[in-house]
């Protein structure tokens, strides 16, 4: 019992001490689902339906009404592929931004590592994820769909830069939101964003080809590279890479422009490096606000 | 002897009025920085303590000396402006027993929740849950769900779990309040037991008489300062003397 050095409490490992509190962090997931589906009669089932009626919603509206069908093959998987990833990032930064102010009965009281919380709200929404995604293969294989190892490898990369990607923002947000409610807000608008700021449901030569129409070849050639850089844009292509491309056939899709062309060999690796990096400034940045955690909630 | 907690001189200094928007901060930004956006006071003024392992120490003091904010630094929850503080071995808290449970998951996911909030390994919980469940006395309502739980019950549930985490330093903020007269018994004794298991209990209560019966050291606190350090029965004394 003397062996134990003097050590300073209340000086986290950081995102370390989740990997050590995997237990924890397991019982806090496994209490969000209990809790979320409590006394509703559909439980997890809501996790199919809500994403299945705004798939049918932007089908209709989109596909149909604003004439998308006509010009994407398989339009419906086309935007469902997007779709479920815009859905699980929307989730997860989402509630990972609201995680420590609505923690902050716990927080306030005990020591355990905060970055939990936020953690756990991701993780949460990656076992929300999991049934869309079953939905998107169903639509797939019923489309087709002969994945290769690239694919398959795709599918992961593209779901890796959106954990990456939420895990740091809300990190970054959930922090600040302790000192500005404001955060919360912001985040909100910023998800708004991203649906519409990533190519789910339109098509990424269209945003070339308008940026080029309206700002000219020089100006639109730099807005178009900012607009790919984005890892949400990097995302939903590799997914677009993954499910959409199989099931779609030569003469109607030109398979060289279906998703860019130098999608796998330059933008992945792009991608992921932003996310990572978005996750060291979330991570530092919450370091450096969580001291004062328990005194501002 | 070994020095189990080592706070040295510790300031720290909260502010009363927040601002919780952007607006406000930006709005006090334009108009040149005038007047002071928050008001400070300090909470803890250059205190120092060194607790030795075993001992049991009582922090006393009228309310808002900074009697819980000292725990809570000890604790990590806060971290000091100014000073150091250091402990060896591992630190759980009394404080505000409960705090982790959540009303709509059963008592048997509460006790896997906050054991683990509280530190425990899974092992760790499952080697002790039959002892947790008896101390509780909670019987068959283990599998109710906690919000159905009389107020008695819930807390002798949460004190159970917070008792059986097995640190090497305890602190216990008033958590006295918990439950019926054989229950405090119960909780009291059982505190004594920890004591004389060489464990380090730092209380806080305003039972002056419970503590002297628990703590052999008394500290007493008065607008953030140490003002008293000795044998718990002189210090009980001196505050009583004041008021």
């Not at chain 2, 334009?30 to 392992?53: E, I, P, T, Y």
């Not at chain 2, 947790?132 to 309502?141: A, K, P, V, W």
Request: hydrophobic share 45%; glycine share 10%; net charge neutral.
């Amino acid at each position: 019992m003397a062996t134990a050095e003097l050590m300073t409490p209340g000086f986290g490992g950081g995102l370390r001490d989740v990997l050590r509190s995997r237990y924890l962090l397991r019982l806090l997931v496994a209490k969000e689902l209990k809790v979320r589906y409590r006394g509703s009669v559909l439980g997890l089932l809501w996790s199919y339906v809500k994403p299945g009626v705004q798939f049918i919603v932007f089908w209709f509206a989109l596909g149909i009404f604003l004439g998308m069908n006509r010009n994407t093959e398989n339009y419906p998987i086309y935007l469902f592929s997007g779709i479920v990833l815009i859905n699980y990032f929307n989730e997860a930064l989402g509630n990972a931004a609201r995680s420590i102010v609505g923690n902050g009965g716990l927080i306030k009281k005990i020591y355990l590592p905060r970055e939990l919380f936020p953690v756990a709200s991701v993780w949460v929404s990656a076992v929300h994820f999991v049934p869309q995604l079953v939905v998107l293969l169903i639509a797939c294989v019923i489309g087709g769909w002969n994945p290769g190892p690239v694919q398959l490898a795709a599918a992961v990369a593209g779901f890796t830069i959106v954990t990456l990607l939420a895990v740091g923002l809300g990190l970054f947000f959930g922090a600040v939101n302790v000192y500005f409610r404001d955060s919360e807000n912001f985040v909100d608008m910023l998800l708004m964003i991203a649906t519409w700021a990533s190519p789910v449901l339109y098509s990424w030569t269209m945003v070339r080809d308008g940026l080029f129409d309206a700002f000219g070849a020089s100006t639109g050639g730099v807005l178009h590279t900012i607009y790919q850089a984005n890892p949400l844009t990097i995302a939903v292509e590799l997914f677009h890479f993954a499910f959409w491309m199989p099931t779609t056939t030569s003469p109607r899709t030109d398979q060289l422009q279906a998703v860019p062309p130098d999608i796998l060999d330059l933008w992945t690796p792009i991608g992921i490096a932003t996310a990572i990096v978005v996750l060291i400034v979330g991570q530092f940045t919450f370091r450096r606000l969580e001291g004062r955690f328990a005194q501002e909630l | 002897m070994t020095i189990a907690v080592d706070v040295q001189s510790i300031s720290k200094q909260f502010v009363l009025r927040h601002t919780r928007s952007i607006k406000e901060a930006f709005v006090w930004i334009m108009k040149g920085r005038k007047g002071d956006l928050s008001q400070k006071f300090h909470a803890l003024d250059g205190v120092s303590l060194q607790v030795h392992q075993g001992e049991s120490v009582a922090l006393l003091g009228l309310n808002g000396s900074g009697k819980s904010t000292l725990l809570k630094h000890i604790s990590g929850v806060m971290l000091p402006d100014g000073g150091s503080v250091r402990t060896r071995g591992r630190v759980a808290g009394l404080i505000e027993v409960g705090a982790g449970f959540h009303p709509d998951l059963s008592g048997r996911d509460n006790v896997y929740l906050n054991g683990a909030i509280l530190g425990m390994t899974e092992q760790q919980i499952n080697e002790r849950f039959e002892s947790i469940l008896d101390f509780s006395e909670i019987g068959q309502f283990i599998d109710t769900e906690v919000k159905f739980y009389s107020s008695g019950m819930y807390l002798r549930l949460a004190f159970s779990v917070a008792i059986h985490t097995d640190p090497e330093i305890f602190l216990i903020d008033e958590i006295l309040a918990v439950g019926d007269e054989p229950f405090q018994k119960k909780c009291l004794d059982k505190i004594k037991e920890l004591g004389d298991a060489g464990k380090t209990l730092v209380v806080v209560s305003h039972d002056l008489d419970l503590v002297s019966k628990v703590c052999r050291r008394g500290v007493l606190l008065d607008h953030g300062r140490v003002v008293l350090d000795g044998a718990v029965e002189d210090v009980v004394a001196s505050m009583r003397g004041r008021h």
